[in-house]
């Protein structure tokens, strides 16, 4: 901590010596507000026309400009708003009050957001909007979808804790149902559908607005999210002239150090911003080291009036240790009693060999860099067209263990904890997984690594083109249309990378998968035979995903009442190609299409200026993720899953709002229904072995509903308050057919022994009964309280509780309950204690010479309250400190900011 105090204070002395001197400028001054609500606009730009000079307001709409001449037009922009000019023919100090500027859903974007861009009072959907500042205020130790926890329905956790290992919940709708989208191009995982929030940790740095449109939204792509679309909005033509350096130290040695710059909109023209950043520090808990870089370029030439370019670059390439071994509540105790790891922090899977050098099981390096170009056409004073294609190019991987199953182990054996049950199979006195146990036994085995390490590699590329044409028919009514094509393939493969101490590793499963597959090239012999680092294990396939779709919406805009109807048809086409449990006669498998569609429509009725109303519905028929619900298992297998179907979505949503000069109230209520999910639960059977399985289920449904209501009071410009509070009612509806497999693909007998087959009649099959059972890992009843404190133009304190109630455990059941024929009852799932923590702010912006700076702290968890923030239930019914285990959330953490804009 000695070293950080000294980097981070040489670090601001190196920034005051540097500062040059600026030339002494007239000032125009003033806020910038919503004409109808009244509200902030908070990064909205301001900028002298036909120069490079501008600013952007804050977070209080406040905006401050250095102008070097009179009798110029300044120009206001906002992403969503008619574009306003204003000569200025003053000299020396403006202020020009407040200006208010009109939503318009008709403009010229300097980025492609087929995700529409909400506006209060207008669109019909529940609609939260987080602004650059914002982030810059609160974010701390946290991470991005932690930003969003005070949002109504909206619910994030940190999971295990590694860096970027965060989860992000939607009106009880995980990751792999929300869409998150940046600059209007999809960043869901094309074969399941969720989103790795550590490839994309670098976005907070370069965001200008984040805005959550909870529901289904009013999302132009062709096949929208179910829980609702997060759509972030980076820096581009806006950006002003200049740059920013900062420095960042936290808890537990944490550092990051960033710097970008802009050009500003050169007079020709141009326009670019480059940012950099690194962050490394040794994690909260035990063992969690991680280093994440983040850059991102912007070029961007405004053609001429009618057309304008840009070009992006971003990515977040990141190396982290993880903690995926959740303990029983038991197990937790008993980490601190005995081995004395404080405060939650224990890592199961912390370890090193007999060298002493550090191993893990558990360990992941990523970088998804996406490259995007963009062609804005203005056609004419009606007509637009917006143009993206985009390049996303995944490598990385992360640590598989792989055990010799034929002679009794399991890469089961790696893992720290065993279903929450702490593996002591290895482990020393300190708590440390003792990795130096298995070389000991790899030496003395005569066939070989009994346990060897495999790098678990995902790779993809995926190819983009997004198009949206935009026009106006008479004066009320706008039409949007457009298309959206994605080629995507995932290539998956684990090669051996560490034999610990063995000469070779003998595959045990791969000739009883061939010979499940029907290959001729099944030869029990197989099992026998001698694989070395870099040769392949467990799995080697691609999985291909072809989307095409198109989508159109119209709205209805005049005096107080908007509407529009939207809808959109998509073609689904998934195959696999696997190169090692099929011959080269049989690798490709055959194709399986699913065609979907939405059909959408809502009102907004403005009653008065400061009453509205509104209502949205909607119907999406969905196909089923390429990972679960189109192959029996993606793994290994070309088996088509024949009860497969498209999912289909019902949606209800009212709502009304209120505003004032200081108070602005939303309440809306909600009603989803989701048929047909496709979902794989796993578990462990209850034999010797506790053998793992799967569970590949069809005709799942759940209903999910609630009521929402967030506010925001100013009674008096120094002050501002927020709240929020969110219930729901979120059960699944139905009775359930579910397939077991083991984690090879292989089918499984009741006994946990193979089946002769998938279409066998020894295969389990079972009816598991889940109507009634509350949906786990989100809390069900949310609130939030903030407090903002402007102590005059310079200092910021702010304070938020949070709350979360009615959290319940995932649902699961016992491998002994897998009887062929039998139904499977669920018992309601374990309710998580209620918790809340209380997070702190503050900042203090001053001047460097002639630079602006800003020092900024953050406390999270203030009261260092330790809670549980996800768990699970693995044996039906069974509640106890012993059976149910969990992740607890993170005690106090703490980090400090300097930053100079220059």
């Known amino acids: 901590m000695k070293n950080q105090l000294k980097h981070f204070l040489l670090f601001a002395v190196l920034v005051i010596f540097g500062t040059a001197t600026a030339v002494a400028q007239a000032t125009l001054k003033g806020k910038i507000v919503d004409a109808e609500s009244n509200e902030p606009l908070i990064g909205a730009t301001v900028s002298v026309k036909g120069s490079t000079e501008g600013s952007v307001t804050d977070i209080d709409g406040v905006f401050s400009l250095k102008i070097t001449t009179s009798g110029t037009t300044v120009e206001f922009k906002y992403l969503g708003y008619k574009t306003k000019t204003m000569k200025i023919t003053q000299k020396g100090t403006v202020d020009l009050g407040t200006v208010s500027m009109e939503a318009d859903s008709h403009v010229l974007n300097d980025v492609v957001v087929t995700s529409s861009i909400a506006v209060a009072r207008k669109t019909p959907v529940a609609v939260s909007s987080v602004a650059m500042d914002f982030i810059e205020e609160k974010l701390g130790t946290q991470e991005f979808p932690e930003i969003l926890k005070s949002t109504p329905g909206v619910h994030a956790n940190k999971d295990g804790g590694g860096y970027g290992d965060s989860e992000i919940y939607m009106r009880g709708f995980g990751n792999e149902n929300i869409a998150v989208m940046v600059n209007g191009v999809p960043m869901n995982d094309m074969e399941w559908g969720g989103v790795y929030w550590s490839n994309w940790s670098g976005l907070t740095d370069v965001t200008r607005t984040m805005q959550t449109q909870r529901g289904l939204g009013a999302s132009k792509v062709s096949a929208p999210s179910v829980g609702g679309t997060i759509n972030i909005i980076t820096q581009s033509l806006e950006s002003k002239k200049g740059g920013t350096v900062s420095y960042s130290l936290g808890n537990d040695g944490m550092n990051k150090i960033l710097f970008s710059v802009s050009t500003g909109l050169t007079k020709s023209g141009w326009a670019m911003t480059l940012l950099g950043s690194k962050n490394w520090g040794n994690g909260y808990a035990q063992g969690l080291d991680f280093e994440g870089y983040n850059y991102f370029l912007n070029v961007s030439k405004r053609l001429n009036d009618a057309h304008q370019l840009s070009f992006t670059v971003f990515g977040a390439p990141q190396t982290h240790y993880q903690r995926n071994g959740a303990l029983t509540i038991a197990d937790w105790k008993m980490t601190e009693e005995v081995y004395g790891i404080k405060n939650y922090k224990y890592n199961s899977t912390y370890g090193f060999d007999n060298e002493g050098r550090r191993r893990t099981s558990e360990y992941n390096s990523y970088h998804k860099p996406q490259i995007s170009l963009n062609h804005q056409w203005q056609i004419d004073d009606k007509s637009s067209l917006s143009t993206v294609a985009y390049v996303s190019i995944g490598r990385g991987y992360g640590y598989s263990g792989q055990g010799n199953e034929y002679y009794g182990y399991s890469y089961q054996d790696w893992k720290g904890a065993n279903y929450g049950v702490l593996q002591t199979k290895f482990r020393n006195p300190d708590g ?66 560490d034999l610990y101490g063995g000469q070779y590793f003998m595959d045990s499963t791969r000739g009883d998968v061939l010979a499940e597959n029907n290959i001729a090239a099944a030869d029990p012999m197989w099992k026998y035979e001698k694989l070395g680092v870099g040769d392949v294990v467990y799995r080697d396939y691609d999985g291909h995903v072809m989307q095409e779709g198109a989508f159109f919406q119209s709205e209805f805009n005049k005096d107080k009442l908007s509407a529009f109807v939207a809808g959109s048809l998509s073609n689904t086409t998934y195959w696999r190609y696997d190169r090692l449990f099929y011959d080269k006669a049989h690798a490709k498998s055959d194709k399986v299409s699913f065609l979907g569609f939405t059909a959408k429509g809502g009102a907004n009725y403005n009653i008065t200026e400061n009453h509205n109303v509104f209502f949205n519905l909607g119907y999406i028929s969905r196909a089923p993720k390429f990972s679960y619900g189109a192959f029996m298992q993606a793994n290994a297998s070309h088996a088509i899953n024949k009860d497969a179907k498209n999912e289909k979505v019902l949606s209800f949503e009212l709502g009304y709002g209120f505003r004032n000069s200081w108070l602005t109230a939303n309440v809306n209520a909600y009603w989803t229904k989701w048929l047909d999910k496709a979902m794989t639960k796993s578990g462990q059977l209850d034999n010797q072995e506790r053998t793992e399985y799967y569970m590949n289920m069809t005709g799942v449904n759940a209903l999910h509903k609630g009521v929402e209501l967030d506010v925001k009071v100013t009674p008096v410009k120094w002050l501002d308050i927020t709240g929020m509070f969110s219930l729901g009612d979120w059960k699944w509806d139905s009775n359930a057919t579910g397939y077991a497999y083991d984690d090879k693909g292989m089918p499984l007998k009741e006994d946990g022994t193979q089946a002769s087959g998938i279409a066998a009649p020894d295969h389990v099959s079972a009816s598991i009964n889940l109507k009634g059972v509350r949906v786990g890992g989100s809390a069900q009843t949310t609130a939030a309280l903030g407090a903002t404190f402007k102590i005059g133009k310079s200092i910021r304190v702010g304070a938020d509780w949070t709350y979360y109630g009615r959290n319940y455990a995932y649902y699961s059941f016992s491998g002994s309950n897998l009887k062929l024929g039998q139904e499977i009852s669920i018992a309601e799932p374990w309710k998580v204690p209620a918790a809340s923590q209380i997070d702190m702010n503050a900042s203090y912006r001053f001047k460097l010479g002639k630079l602006d700076a800003t020092l900024s702290g953050n406390v999270n968890n203030l009261l260092d309250y330790q809670y549980i923030s996800k768990a699970y239930n693995p044996k039906s019914g069974v509640v106890s400190e012993e059976t149910i285990y969990c992740y607890y959330a993170f005690g106090r953490t703490y980090s400090l900011r300097l930053r100079v804009n220059f």
């Open 432 to 497: 440390t997984f003792d990795y130096g146990a298995i070389q000991d036994i790899n030496a003395e085995s005569e066939y070989g690594s009994m346990l060897a390490m495999s790098l678990s590699k995902n790779y993809h590329n995926w190819y983009g083109l997004l198009s949206t044409y935009t026009t106006k028919f008479g004066k009320y009514i706008d039409f949007y249309g457009g298309v959206d094509f994605r080629y995507y393939k995932g290539t998956h493969t684990n090669e051996i990378s």
